[in-house]
């Protein structure tokens, strides 16, 4: 007998040229241009496969082994894969893999360890921090009392003794250590240390650098975070989702219920699974060889802009992003943005401290070495970049040296294929 709905197990993509067309144009996009977006890497052939299996038909709530749901014998296999493995990358404890975004894993943090109208403390947007931490449009903005502490003026970098005095002000619940656009390393013992003296649990999100910390080349929030939220993508190279990391076990309920029922219903079970296949890879040794070649990476884009005139915030970088202060080229951020976009060159405008512009025309941009490093870019190749935004910079209206920029940006892709 035929299937009433014919084709329904056996078309693909083909059965719905608009949107073939579509995903099409971003392959072809992803494979021609160099990706220089903070927030974006190139995930495996693996965890492509993972993220778009079957999983996405099962439906889970709850943890493993304690679903609301049957026949859940290989999902709970899934993503007790995705624990364990994200605790042994981690060296913790506990790990909830659930989360949509590193903005869910926040928001679950908060609402099981905050009560409404209690105090965060934070980094300001302005200076570096991520919104999810408390910006005045948020969920979290809304409901509990926020606190922002930023940089130093003269060397742009957190002040220990101006976070201290703020925390002895505001008695926060929580202090967050962590940001979207902080270049630098940060000193968790001496956040822990006047985590102590408030009465205050510290949090660490750590999702733009977990995988120097996975491979030891940046400073490990444990043992002095009591959380640690991350993404799985950027810096981790995978899956786009969330983790939640600790140790205490008599914090493991509030956070597992600030995930479920708290802040999201059932789990994206394939998602799990693309968790599970990045985290995985990240165990393996040549995920440190990788994280090395971010570092390096970022270092030579560094200094090939800088070499060619433009501010460095904080003087430089300890991880795989930077932010450039676009002073001395007299453009915004938004305006460098597409003119890079338009010779193949994707980044993102962005604040930087103490930024006398708004966010939609700022006076920076944000750039990172993640995605160029997984398509194979070295040092040279990164120089070369530099080199390239220059150009584009000193000429954005110039089409003729856009369309030159782009044939070059396309020749060096070409020499590392994507997919």
């Not at 579509?22 to 495996?44: F, K, M, T, W, Y």
């Not at 750590?206 to 799985?232: C, E, K, Q, R």
Request: proline share 4%; glycine share 12%.
């Amino acid at each position: 007998m035929a299937h009433p709905w014919r084709g329904y197990f056996t078309a693909g993509l083909d059965a719905d040229p608009e949107l073939a067309a579509a995903i099409d144009g971003e392959l072809r996009r992803q494979q021609s241009c160099i990706e220089l977006i903070a927030s974006e890497n190139i995930v495996s052939r693996l965890t492509l496969e993972a993220q778009g299996s079957i999983l996405a038909n099962k439906t889970v709530e709850g943890l493993p082994f304690s679903r609301y749901y049957g026949g859940a014998e290989f999902a709970d296999a899934v993503e007790q894969l995705a624990i364990d493995r994200a605790c042994r990358l981690f060296g913790c404890r506990f790990a909830n893999v659930q989360p949509h975004s590193g903005s869910n894993a926040n928001a679950a943090v908060f609402l099981g360890l905050v009560k409404p109208g209690e105090g965060i403390l934070a980094m300001d947007v302005a200076a570096g921090g991520h919104i999810s931490h408390g910006h005045a449009a948020t969920l979290t903005g809304r409901d509990y009392r926020i606190e922002f502490y930023g940089v130093d003026r003269a060397g742009e970098r957190i002040d220990l003794d101006d976070l201290r005095g703020r925390a002895l002000r505001a008695r926060p619940r929580i202090i967050v250590a962590g940001g979207s656009a902080y270049p630098r390393m940060i000193d968790f013992a001496g956040f822990r240390a006047v985590a102590d003296e408030v009465g205050a649990r510290l949090m660490v999100d750590m999702a733009h650098f977990a995988g120097l910390v996975a491979t030891g080349l940046y400073p490990d929030p444990f043992p002095h975070a009591h959380i640690v939220t991350t993404t799985t993508y950027k810096s981790l190279r995978g899956a786009r989702g969330g983790l939640i990391l600790w140790n205490d076990a008599s914090l493991s309920g509030k956070i597992n219920g600030g995930v479920f029922p708290g802040v999201q219903g059932s789990v994206l079970l394939h998602g799990v699974a693309g968790k599970a296949a990045c985290l995985g890879e990240a165990l393996r040794p040549e995920f440190k060889d990788y994280n090395r070649a971010v570092l390096d990476n970022a270092q030579a884009l560094a200094s090939a802009l800088a070499a060619a005139g433009l501010r460095i915030v904080s003087g430089g970088t300890d991880t795989g992003l930077m932010l450039v202060d676009l002073a001395s080229m007299k453009i915004t951020g938004d305006v460098a943005a597409k003119a890079l976009e338009r010779a193949g060159l994707a980044v993102n405008k962005n604040l930087i401290p103490f930024d006398p512009r708004p966010a939609e025309a700022p006076s920076g941009l944000r750039l990172s070495s993640n995605a160029g490093s997984t398509r194979g870019f070295g040092v040279a190749e990164f120089g070369e970049i530099g080199r390239w935004i220059d150009r584009v910079l000193r000429r954005p209206e110039d089409a003729a040296n856009l369309a030159a920029v782009r044939d070059e940006v396309r020749i060096l892709c070409e020499r590392h294929p994507i997919y």
